[in-house]
């Protein structure tokens, strides 16, 4: 069996107060961030409350992800309109 993968290094600036994992005290930026992270490494140990607050936040995640995604489409076609009206009105 392979051995765990070592924490990554994380730091904190002096002035910031972290979210911390309850499990593994690795500090996190947010709670969003906390409950994901609880619920995928920590997945067997965390409570029904933790497992509904990883659910929100992939929810939450999810719609995040669908908005940005959209945004991309919405500039793919700007653009691509734009290549289009100065191939049609200036080239030709």
């Known amino acids: 069996m392979p051995s765990p993968r070592p924490p990554p290094p994380t730091l904190v600036p002096d002035d910031a107060t972290p979210v911390v994992c309850p499990y593994c005290e690795r500090p996190l930026a947010d ?5 994901l992270h609880v619920a995928e490494r920590h997945g067997t140990a965390c409570t029904d409350e933790e497992r509904a ?15 940005y995604h959209l ?3 919405a500039a793919i076609v700007l653009v691509t309109f734009g290549i289009t009206y100065t191939y049609v009105f200036v080239l030709v």
Do not use: Q, Y
């Open 53 to 67: 607050a990883a659910a929100d936040a992939s929810d939450e995640e999810a719609d995040d992800l669908f908005v």
């Open 31 to 35: 709670e969003r961030l906390r409950a």
């Open 71 to 73: 945004k991309v489409i």
